[in-house]
């Protein structure tokens, strides 16, 4: 069946620092990809998404690339900020499903200045 | 604000009892989803329905149902409560909940609190 694994946390990073947040995917068909984000007592936000292989979807700073190769889609952000410390949740969606959503277990990242 | 309205915010209810959660989705939007997150179980799929009928199952206690009804929001309900029950109820709806439609997206209200005491 359909899953997502992603990177365990928690990750500290000082201010500034280079982030990255592995996430694999395994589906039967061509899934969406997403990246959500949780804040400190919120729900979850659509960070990015991407529809298919080698789309990249960016925001606020974060990207990520569908990988179909490696069945891959890896959060990056080049220079984090405390305002980014969030849990991150990378998630597929598969049309040969109804499109009912997998949830990874969730990334906490702490951002110390 | 993702459009997706929760009520209640918090709810503290004491075993045994019953509570109710409501959701109504983003104007338009078909599909509604119930998911539970907690400490220990992260975030945990329930269920969806799509335009009222029940379109797929998750991890949903024999004790939890759900219902959608024809104005499209949605209840969550909770009986027979244990402390264990104590967790973030989100709700989440998108456009479609169809077959073969790629990137659909779901959006989250910001949850129900519910303490179980």
């Known amino acids: 069946g359909d899953s997502v694994t992603q990177m365990e946390g928690p990750v500290t990073l000082s201010e500034e620092a280079f982030l990255t947040i592995n996430c694999t995917y395994t589906?039967?068909?061509?899934?969406?990809l997403f990246w959500y984000v949780q804040y400190p007592g919120e729900g979850l936000q659509l960070l990015l998404k991407?529809?298919?292989?080698?789309d990249k979807g960016s925001n606020k700073g974060f990207e990520a690339t569908y990988r179909k190769e490696t069945t891959s889609f890896h959060l990056e952000k080049g220079s984090v900020q405390v305002s980014d410390s969030a849990v991150y949740f990378c998630?597929?969606?598969?049309?040969?499903?109804?499109?009912?959503?997998?949830f990874g277990t969730g990334t906490s990242l702490t951002v110390i200045p | 604000d993702s459009g997706v309205t929760q009520t209640p915010k918090h709810l503290i209810t004491a075993t045994g009892q019953r509570v109710t959660l409501r959701c109504s989705p983003r104007?338009?939007?078909?599909?509604v989803y119930w998911y539970q997150q907690s400490l220990d179980q992260g975030l945990q799929f329930l269920i969806q329905y799509y335009n009222g009928e029940e379109r797929a199952k998750g991890n949903i206690l024999e004790r939890f149902s759900a219902q959608q009804f024809p104005d499209l929001h949605s209840e969550l309900n909770l009986s027979s409560l244990e402390l264990g029950d104590s967790a973030l109820y989100f709700c989440a709806s998108s456009v479609e909940g169809g077959q073969g439609i790629s990137g659909n997206t779901i959006y989250f209200g910001e949850g129900s609190w519910l303490t179980v005491v």
């Open positions: 991407a529809t298919k292989a080698d």
């Open positions: 104007s338009g939007d078909l599909s």
């Open positions: 998630a597929l969606s598969d049309p040969n499903t109804g499109n009912q959503f997998y």
């Open positions: 589906a039967t068909g061509y899934p969406s």
